[in-house]
């Protein structure tokens, strides 16, 4: 897990103590569901909005994967797509804001890269020349 930029040890151990087995989720979208970092929904009547992240699931897990998120946006010098998607969404909608997407998707690729036995791919070149 360490390979993905950004996440160090603590990250790495703190996700796997609170994830505990990847067989309870069937998409690796659930996951960032469970740590608490999709929208919050509100639906009532013709009202249906999305609000801020849930911080339904653990707290210190959030604020590593946030800190990683952090520290691949602002550190990270080499390229990936994951830090290009980030950055051009900060440009967007702001630092934090991007740095709590980018944090649901390091959740994301942390969970697939567990299940998969696989490690971080920095670009899609790569990855076709090693097919």
Do not use: H, N
Request: net charge positive; charged share 25%.
């Amino acid at each position: 897990m360490m390979t993905v930029p950004g996440v160090g040890p603590i990250t790495a151990a703190a996700f796997i103590a609170v994830i505990d087995r990847p067989e309870r989720f069937k998409k690796a979208a659930s996951v960032a569901a469970y740590i608490g970092l999709t929208p919050r929904r509100y639906q009532s009547g013709e009202v249906d909005y999305s609000g801020r992240i849930s911080k339904s699931g653990d707290a210190m897990l959030r604020a590593c994967l946030y800190e990683a998120a952090v520290a691949l946006l602002s550190r990270v010098e080499r390229f990936s797509a994951l830090k290009s998607w980030g950055v051009r969404l900060a440009a967007r909608k702001g630092f934090r804001k991007a740095a709590v997407a980018v944090a649901r998707k390091l959740a994301v690729i942390l969970f697939r890269i567990w299940a998969d036995a696989t490690k971080f791919r920095w670009s899609r070149e790569a990855t076709m020349a090693a097919a």
